[in-house]
């Protein structure tokens, strides 16, 4: 099997904890025997959409030089695989196109009163496209993360027909919501994980175990630890935290927030 991680960065200087990232999921691919690419500053939507930057995490659907791998991992470098990790991505169950929930999120907006508005922006997705957006258990629209994604090689070739074009996309939402979150990747993965047309499958949140601050918080903020003895992969959304040098993020990643040496004086 010929699977690749690839990665991005745009921008003129990387933070200290997206190189950290690179240099960790770099070292996670040789151990799985995939292939890695890393990429500063792509270009490939530049012509695509106006907002090209925001778009790179679906170079393995719209530019045909990925199609050739049997499967392809895009994911932030802000998510960390954490030591001693064992298991292989690309031997999960795939479909075409797999990501991954963010379980807790749409209750966590429902307490601190943003709920409403992905409520909206998920009507407008329903409406825009005539699909029906999937609900959990408390029948609140689920939430799925954008950081992390991965797609076959009948995803990436179907994909490049089957998805909606980005700049439609935008064009539609952009006027209707104002905060990037409702129109740009992250909005765009989630709508065509039911738009596309593609076969889709929600991968464990083991891949994509988030860490943030509770929100509304300040000072030495409780942290959201979504970890567990299955935790595979990392995504570090505490923010503040792209300046932290590797030590830092090794022990969040990889540690008990009470065990966290530099817990004392860490602000937003």
Known sequence: MKNLIYQYW??????????????????????IGAEYVFE???TFFNKICDEPAAFNSFQPVFNEDFHDYDA??????????VDGI??????SDLAEMNICEEVHMPALKKKVGTYSVQERWSKEVEKFYNVELPKNSAGLYKIYNGGLAV?????????????????PFMNHFKPKFSRKLFWRDQAY???MFVASGLQTRELSVKWNTQIH??????????????????TCFVHMQLSGSGSWDKQQIWEAVNLPVDLW????GVLE
């Open 261 to 264: 040496s530099f817990r004392n």
């Open 40 to 42: 500063r500053n792509p």
């Open 213 to 230: 601050w509770e929100p509304n918080t300040s000072g030495k903020r409780p942290v959201i630890d979504m970890r567990n003895k299955d």
């Open 189 to 191: 993965v989630h709508a």
């Open 10 to 31: 745009i921008g003129p200087e990387m933070e200290k904890c997206a190189e950290y990232g690179v240099e960790a999921m770099k070292a996670y691919a040789k151990k």
């Open 86 to 91: 064992e298991e292989n991505i690309f031997e």
């Open 151 to 167: 797609y076959t090689k009948e995803g990436m070739r179907k994909g490049k027909d089957l998805m909606k074009p980005i700049q």
């Open 72 to 81: 392809v991992l895009t994911l932030d470098t802000d998510i960390f695989p």
